[in-house]
């Protein structure tokens, strides 16, 4: 005979009878409920009959898991990030900086054809306005075909911008590059043959962060005077409000933030 503040103690709605046996019970608890399993409770009657009661998966409500609160707000952090991601994660590539009012020289990097189409322009607003004392180009040595570039390069500035602003430009050769490094070191090497000590480096804008980021670790190495500005150009290849919305400016994205991350390290 088990009394009924036995009962009580294992579970609550076991303790409805005065005298109760228990037989053959499995009682097992977790961190969420007790349940009883092949419960028989015997209570006696008036006259001796006996009145038997099978109760089967006894349990208690569910408390509320916190792991579920946790998901919630993950999923909610995940859900801001994208969106914040989507509406200003195109910026993240682009340098933003004042320029100064004249520099010595604005520098103009390679670049695919439309965006170094928009560099020159840049650089020789630049130079037409007198914010930039002269615009040295980067270019390689020669073409695929044997040619020397920097004969023809001249040839389409004076054609463009006339003679009296073509005698104001330098091309600085930087052959065998393969990357903003590298072309930062062959660079560096023709802006100090000219002594200049500000620079204006002119590159598109989803290019100008990480550019800037490459410049301010090599220039010192060759003069650590120097002053390093960045042109952020607007180029066809990129537009960073709704980057995502385009395939080649998603493309451009996702190429140049692994590229930035990896100037960072």
């Not at 994208?82 to 900086?97: I, K, Q």
């Not at 005698?167 to 052959?175: D, G, K, L």
């Amino acid at each position: 005979m088990l009394p009924k503040a036995y009962l009580q103690t294992r579970h609550p709605k076991a303790a409805q009878c005065d005298l109760c046996n228990w037989h053959g019970v499995t009682v097992y608890h977790s961190h969420r409920r007790v349940v009883a399993s092949h419960l028989v409770l015997e209570g006696s009657l008036a006259g001796g009959d006996t009145l038997a009661y099978t109760l089967l998966n006894i349990s208690e409500r569910d408390a509320p898991s916190k792991r579920s609160y946790w998901k919630l707000w993950l999923a909610g952090i995940f859900v801001v990030l994208t969106l914040s991601c989507l509406r200003w994660g195109g910026y993240l590539l682009v340098a933003r900086n004042r320029l100064p009012e004249r520099v010595d020289a604005a520098v103009v990097l390679q670049g695919s054809m439309a965006g170094e189409r928009a560099r020159i322009a840049s650089a020789m607003t630049m130079l037409q306005r007198g914010s930039a004392e002269r615009v040295a180009f980067s270019v390689p040595k020669e073409s695929y075909w044997g040619e020397e570039i920097a004969p023809i390069a001249r040839n389409y500035i004076e054609k463009n911008y006339g003679a009296a602003l073509a005698s104001r430009v330098e091309f600085c050769e930087t052959s065998g590059v393969s990357s903003t490094e590298q072309e930062a070191e062959a660079l560096s090497a023709c802006i100090q043959e000219h002594r200049w000590k500000t620079i204006a480096l002119v590159t598109s804008n989803y290019h100008s962060r990480r550019a800037g980021l490459i410049w301010r670790k090599t220039l010192p190495k060759r003069d650590p005077s120097i002053q390093l500005s960045v042109d952020s150009v607007a180029d066809p290849d990129y537009q960073p409000r709704g980057w995502w919305r385009q395939r080649a400016y998603a493309t451009t994205w996702l190429m140049e933030s692994a590229k930035l991350v990896w100037a960072l390290l």
